[in-house]
């Protein structure tokens, strides 16, 4: 019998019919379309909000939580709404930061295995469920106005290099990428540098669209910078 590790291996591989094919790929169809629609719905009223990217592992009492929260609510007072994952820790932080002073806090909660909940401190009309990591990822990006990236994991390696490379390709605008904490990113920005840049499988000026910082008070900065430069504002 397949153990819960192998199980999505073995469904892969099972034989359908052709009636179980379209069965099941018409009702996927018609879920990621209800995802996209409530999405859409609910986010396109709230206004420039920031992306608050990292992990959910993080505990409050942790450094990096701390600083999470700070830079929900240094945002929040300049006007941004703050976007977060919707789950625990660094997701949290945000959330909670967002909830003190009041700024839309928005969360975009994945179902997932281990039955990720949201976090107590999203705003209750500003809550939404995913099934699909992808549909989740084009509403983190569709409505942000800028990425701050805490210290995490694949997923928030994942959701980094999603804003990147739709900035590189242009297809956002040239939306701030703020990355905190010098030294947890450094070696995989040298890596990037040295292997990558080395071989030619980027641009060199690449680089230039992130930007590192070790504060809560520099990457609220970068953000508000930004647009200062453009003399956009937050509009609410």
């Given at each position: 019998?397949?153990?819960?590790?192998?199980?999505?291996?073995?469904?892969?591989?099972?034989?359908?019919?052709?009636?179980?094919?379209?069965?099941?790929?018409?009702?996927?169809?018609?879920?990621?379309?209800?995802?996209?629609?409530?999405?859409?719905?609910?986010?396109?009223?709230?206004?420039?909000?920031?992306?608050?990217?990292?992990?959910?592992?993080?505990?409050?009492?942790?450094?990096?939580?701390?600083?999470?929260?700070?830079?929900?609510?240094?945002?929040?007072?300049?006007?941004?709404?703050?976007?977060?994952?919707?789950?625990?820790?660094?997701?949290?932080?945000?959330?909670?930061?967002?909830?003190?002073?009041?700024?839309?806090?928005?969360?975009?909660?994945?179902?997932?295995?281990?039955?990720?909940?949201?976090?107590?401190?999203?705003?209750?009309?500003?809550?939404?469920?995913?099934?699909?990591?992808?549909?989740?990822?084009?509403?983190?990006?569709?409505?942000?106005?800028?990425?701050?990236?805490?210290?995490?994991?694949?997923?928030?390696?994942?959701?980094?290099?999603?804003?990147?490379?739709?900035?590189?390709?242009?297809?956002?605008?040239?939306?701030?990428?703020?990355?905190?904490g010098r030294d947890y990113w450094a070696g995989l920005l040298d890596w990037i540098r040295r292997t990558l840049g080395g071989n030619g499988l980027i641009n060199m000026e690449d680089m230039d669209l992130l930007k590192?910082?070790?504060?809560?008070?520099?990457?609220?900065?970068?953000?508000?910078?930004?647009?200062?430069?453009?003399?956009?504002?937050?509009?609410?």
């Amino acid at each position: 019998m397949a153990t819960n590790s192998t199980e999505p291996i073995a469904k892969a591989f099972k034989r359908k019919s052709w009636n179980e094919i379209r069965t099941n790929d018409s009702w996927a169809i018609f879920k990621i379309m209800s995802e996209f629609v409530e999405g859409y719905e609910r986010l396109s009223r709230i206004g420039p909000c920031v992306s608050i990217f990292g992990s959910a592992r993080l505990k409050e009492d942790h450094a990096w939580y701390k600083d999470a929260q700070a830079i929900a609510e240094g945002l929040g007072r300049k006007g941004y709404g703050i976007i977060s994952g919707g789950g625990p820790g660094i997701m949290e932080a945000a959330n909670r930061g967002a909830l003190a002073v009041h700024a839309p806090s928005v969360g975009l909660n994945i179902e997932l295995p281990h039955e990720q909940k949201g976090n107590d401190f999203i705003d209750l009309d500003k809550s939404v469920n995913f099934d699909y990591f992808f549909v989740r990822k084009v509403m983190f990006v569709k409505y942000s106005q800028g990425f701050v990236v805490m210290p995490g994991g694949f997923g928030t390696l994942d959701e980094m290099f999603e804003a990147i490379t739709l900035i590189q390709t242009k297809k956002i605008g040239k939306f701030p990428v703020v990355l905190v904490g010098r030294d947890y990113w450094a070696g995989l920005l040298d890596w990037i540098r040295r292997t990558l840049g080395g071989n030619g499988l980027i641009n060199m000026e690449d680089m230039d669209l992130l930007k590192v910082v070790d504060s809560p008070e520099e990457a609220i900065e970068a953000i508000d910078d930004f647009y200062s430069r453009y003399l956009f504002k937050p509009n609410f």
